[in-house]
């Protein structure tokens, strides 16, 4: 299984960017997704979630500027950022875990619960 994000780059304050992952391997079977980041000096985390079934969930820090979603045609994540602000600066990874039937609804916060990750992407949010 490999994740290939992309779409990364610089953008000015309150620019837009969207983020893309693609997933190859996993053909036939159902996950759930996520986005995580990891600024410079912090640690790792959550950002937003997507469940197998489509609900999504977004951090207070991002929500209301960010989206999840996702294409199941084209095996691919996507994060929208809208309104972008320079503590947004991160390399954005995205991550996704691999579902059994009972699991379809669920979202996943925790980047311990995801099964393969892709190698990031960086995001600069500068004037």
């Known amino acids: 299984v490999q994740l290939q994000a992309s779409g990364g780059g610089l953008v000015q304050p309150r620019g837009s960017l969207r983020l893309s992952c693609v997933i190859s391997?996993?053909?036939?079977?159902?996950?759930?997704a996520g986005w995580f980041r990891q600024a410079p000096g912090r640690e790792r985390e959550g950002v937003s979630y997507?469940?197998?079934?489509?609900?999504?969930h977004s951090e207070d820090a991002v929500a209301g500027r960010f989206t999840i979603s996702r294409d199941n045609a084209k095996r691919t994540v996507y994060l929208e950022m809208n309104s972008l602000k320079p503590e947004d600066t991160a390399i954005y990874y995205c991550?996704?875990?691999?579902?059994?039937?009972?699991?379809?609804?669920?979202?996943?916060?925790?980047?311990?619960?995801?099964?393969?990750w892709g190698r990031g992407t960086q995001v600069t949010v500068s004037s």
């Open positions: 991550a996704i875990k691999r579902i059994a039937d009972g699991l379809i609804g669920r979202i996943f916060k925790y980047e311990s619960y995801y099964d393969f």
């Open positions: 391997g996993l053909e036939g079977e159902s996950y759930a």
């Open positions: 997507m469940s197998v079934t489509g609900s999504t």
